[in-house]
């Protein structure tokens, strides 16, 4: 059973997601297939069909987060320090061509969100980063070409 890095916010994230499931929308799907089922028929019944079908992802979005919460490596990141790249750093970088300045946080995939400057760990340019320190130079397969990278900082916040 392979684990998976996350954040302690991330796995706060996916514990809320977990609760709002079971303690909210099981409820109101199951108030909802109940009308669905008054109104007769339920071969053409289209209500109660797109009820027992978000009834399904709910289901199975729950059975999913839950393997993921028990098989959740959490790491606390502000205990980690150094100019290492690892999991759980801010990483500050600059494209070589262009000079424009980066910055963003390796997270796990669940978390990973590139409008507010966090990457995924499986990501081509975090697994580029991972290992590398400061003032390095990282190469990245992107799909518009291969790109060039110096990290300028590694911070744990």
Same mark, same amino acid.
């Given at each position: 059973?392979?684990?998976?890095?996350? @954040?302690?916010?991330?796995?706060?994230?996916?514990e809320?997601?977990?609760?709002?499931?079971?303690?909210?929308?099981?409820?109101? *799907?199951? @108030?909802? *297939?109940?009308?669905?089922?008054?109104?007769?028929?339920?071969?053409?019944n289209?209500?109660?069909?797109?009820?027992?079908?978000?009834?399904?992802? *709910?289901?199975?979005?729950?059975? !999913?987060?839950?393997?993921?919460?028990?098989?959740?490596?959490?790491?606390?990141?502000? #205990?980690?320090?150094?100019?290492?790249?690892k999991?759980?750093?801010?990483? @500050?970088?600059?494209? !070589?061509?262009?000079?424009?300045?980066s #910055?963003?946080?390796?997270?796990?995939?669940? !978390?990973?969100?590139?409008? @507010?400057?966090?990457?995924?760990?499986?990501s081509?340019?975090? #697994?580029?980063?991972?290992?590398?320190?400061v003032?390095?130079v990282? !190469?990245?397969?992107?799909?518009?070409?291969?790109?060039?990278?110096?990290?300028?900082?590694?911070?744990?916040i």
């Amino acid at each position: 059973m392979q684990r998976i890095p996350m @954040t302690a916010e991330g796995h706060a994230a996916l514990e809320a997601e977990l609760k709002n499931l079971k303690v909210v929308e099981r409820p109101n *799907i199951i @108030t909802a *297939i109940a009308e669905a089922r008054e109104h007769g028929d339920l071969s053409e019944n289209a209500e109660y069909h797109a009820a027992k079908e978000k009834q399904s992802f *709910i289901e199975g979005r729950v059975a !999913e987060l839950e393997d993921k919460l028990a098989r959740a490596d959490v790491i606390d990141t502000s #205990r980690l320090n150094g100019d290492t790249v690892k999991f759980g750093a801010t990483v @500050t970088i600059m494209d !070589e061509e262009s000079e424009e300045e980066s #910055r963003y946080k390796i997270v796990g995939e669940d !978390e990973a969100d590139v409008a @507010t400057g966090k990457i995924s760990i499986t990501s081509p340019i975090a #697994r580029a980063l991972i290992g590398k320190d400061v003032d390095d130079v990282v !190469e990245v397969s992107a799909p518009g070409g291969a790109k060039s990278y110096e990290i300028l900082k590694v911070e744990f916040i």
